[in-house]
């Protein structure tokens, strides 16, 4: 980072346009997002800035409102249920694939993370046909079930990842002390994974609880996601309430970040 | 000696054995065979070492005797058993692994007390059993670590622990000693040779290692190419190699291009590559094969004028001169152009110049005939 006693003043300069530009890209990349949080706690009902004065009326009005409430408890089940479904397949695919003896691992690993790849907009299309037929759309199941499909890829990414540097010797060990197949996932490979498996929950989790396009085809008033009311909010009426529902869901999705990385530097450690 | 006489020569019955592998194949792929055509019976209380090269098959025999891979043809005995077809988890088998194999999560009491719980040994009994597995391996005093906080040599007692606190009959090694620096290795194989003859279990064991199979086995069966080269205590093994590959691998030899002339007096006599004939014990019955004749490096030595009537007397053009402390290694271009190396102790060797012609002896007895 820092120049030698011997850099000339041209190399000096150079230093400092390189240490300004890095400034101005990650501003770029992150000021949208917290252009979000000073508006949320404004007392105007106009998106104006600087902000003149501050009040926390709008996060009085987003836990007062029961639409808005709903809206949040909806997301939260959603998100629950995504990430116990997308951690049990994804852990389980992840675990198949790794076996020395599975067949046409490329093409399988391909066709399951595929649901990260295709655009979101075909994912919401091809759910509503398809579901129509079963009756699920406009349900909480048919929500979940979607957000299962797109999650689960993420899952079998960072347990796949885990796997790399897990000794399968140890599953062999448990095996030759008396532990059947189960009883050694559960005491002894379980364990050892259990970083990437929790790395892919978070995921899981992230990915159900912001997803708006798919919600929107899915779901009726009963099951609007938060999301999915901070998109209609946006079209009916410009409120700042939304902004203070934006700076929960910033807040929740560092507080996942963070949680990610402290996880991720256990394991190097 | 054959496979077939080699079934009773440990104990004396046949009976005795515990593990008996009959026309075991082995292929990952249906084309290529790793293990062809096993046939090995290892007898109770014996110390039997699989030793070969990598990718000679001993791993996989003893990675389908711990019940990790199944063979594709032929069948494993193991107590008179059946049990191609039993999971490792019911066969009671100890396993020690190369890398060790010790769970990270859990702390080495409670890597020792794994096994014990799937047999029903809890509270009390467990912890007296753990607590004597350890001080066997002399670590009582390091139950509560993680086993990362632990040195090589002790994670490797840790492992042996593990494999021998729910008292198998039958404890198979895979190399493990292999991550140890020397003189904590040679320790660790008289350790463990010790803890099997006090507890009378079975061994087998894998490793390249030809001085760890010679220090530590009743019996080694060497492997090469899928086969069972040689299978013999290390005494016959060392001094009677049955062919070409057993007398490159265990040990060093001199092996020589030669051909069968006739015999005399109980010995062979052999037609070198340089039409110089040398005589040699007489082992090999077909005179049409090729020949090898193989003679250690620690049985040449300088001729001279005490040099008894009788010997083999060949003379070579220096090559290289090593000092090596207690003995000179020497090579000679002898033959029409092979290479001949000589193990001179420092007591009688003298300097010698590359380039000058040294004479060199051997006893008859000392060179043995290979085919191949």
């Not at chain 2, 090589?152 to 198998?168: C, D, K, S």
């Not at chain 2, 190419?225 to 265990?250: C, M, S, W």
Request: net charge neutral.
């Amino acid at each position: 980072m820092w120049l030698p006693s011997y850099a000339t003043p041209s190399e000096r300069m150079m230093r400092i346009l390189v240490v300004v530009f890095a400034i101005l890209v990650m501003l770029f990349l992150i000021a949208p997002l917290f252009i979000i949080v000073p508006l949320s706690f404004s007392k105007d009902p106009f998106f104006t800035l600087p902000v003149r004065e501050y009040s926390l009326r709008w996060y009085a009005d987003l836990f007062g409102n029961p639409r808005w409430m709903e809206a949040m408890v909806n997301s939260g089940i959603a998100a629950v249920l995504t990430t116990i479904f997308a951690t049990t397949l994804g852990t389980l695919a992840a675990l198949g694939i790794a076996r020395p003896d599975f067949p046409a691992r490329r093409f399988v690993m391909a066709l399951l993370i595929s649901p990260m790849i295709v655009p979101i907009v075909i994912v919401a299309v091809g759910s509503y046909l398809f579901f129509g037929q079963f009756g699920l759309t406009n349900t909480r199941a048919g929500l979940v079930f979607a957000h299962t499909a797109l999650a689960t890829p993420f899952v079998v990414i960072t347990v796949t990842a885990t796997l790399s540097t897990y000794d399968t010797n140890l599953t062999r060990a448990a095996n030759s002390l008396g532990a059947s197949g189960l009883s050694a996932f559960f005491r002894v490979t379980l364990p050892n994974i259990l970083p990437g498996v929790i790395s892919g929950a978070i995921f899981a989790f992230a990915t159900s609880f912001d997803e708006v396009v798919v919600a929107l085809f899915l779901t009726a008033a009963e099951q609007r996601t938060l999301p999915v009311q901070m998109f209609s909010g946006i079209r009916d009426q410009i409120n700042p309430t939304i902004m203070a529902a934006a700076t929960m869901l910033l807040a929740l999705s560092i507080l996942l970040f963070a949680a990610l990385t402290i996880l991720t530097r256990k394991k190097a450690r | 000696m054959t496979a077939l006489q080699d079934r009773t020569s440990a104990t004396g019955k046949p009976d005795d054995a515990l593990v008996r592998f009959t026309e075991v194949k082995k292929s990952y792929d249906g084309i290529q065979y790793v293990v062809k055509d096993l046939n090995l019976d290892v007898a109770k209380g014996e110390f039997l070492t699989m030793l070969g090269p990598s990718g000679s098959g001993k791993t996989t025999t003893l990675m389908m005797l711990g019940g990790f891979e199944r063979p594709t043809l032929g069948h494993i005995l193991l107590d008179g058993k059946p049990v191609e077809k039993l999971p490792p988890e019911k066969r009671n088998i100890g396993f020690v692994f190369q890398n060790y194999a010790l769970f990270p999560h859990m702390t080495v009491a409670e890597n020792v007390a794994f096994p014990l719980r799937y047999r029903g040994i809890r509270g009390d009994a467990a912890r007296e059993k753990v607590k004597r597995a350890l001080g066997r391996v002399s670590l009582e005093a390091m139950g509560d670590r993680k086993p990362a906080q632990l040195s090589g040599g002790q994670q490797q007692r840790v492992a042996l622990a593990r494999a021998l606190v729910f008292e198998p009959s039958l404890v198979l090694m895979d190399e493990p000693l292999g991550a140890l620096d020397k003189q904590l290795r040679e320790r660790m194989q008289i350790e463990i040779k010790h803890l099997q003859t006090s507890l009378g279990i079975t061994m087998v064991y894998v490793t390249h290692d030809q001085s760890e199979a010679l220090t530590m086995s009743d019996r080694i069966a060497v492997f090469h190419d899928g086969r069972i080269q040689q299978l013999a205590d290390p005494k016959t093994l060392y001094n009677a190699p049955e062919n070409r590959f057993v007398a490159g691998f265990i040990g060093e030899n001199n092996t020589m291009a030669c051909s069968l002339m006739g015999r005399e007096t109980g010995l062979a006599v052999v037609k070198m590559a340089d039409g110089s004939t040398l005589k040699a014990s007489d082992t090999v019955l077909s005179a049409d094969a090729d020949l090898t004749l193989s003679v250690r490096p620690e049985n040449i030595m300088l001729a001279g004028d005490q040099t008894p009537p009788g010997m083999n007397l060949f003379s070579g053009i220096a090559t290289d001169v090593f000092f090596l402390g207690d003995h000179m290694r020497l090579s000679v271009e002898a033959f029409g152009g092979q290479t001949v190396t000589a193990r001179i102790p420092i007591a009688v060797a003298r300097t010698f110049a590359p380039g000058e012609t040294v004479h060199l002896a051997c006893m008859a007895a000392d060179c043995r005939l290979l085919e191949g």
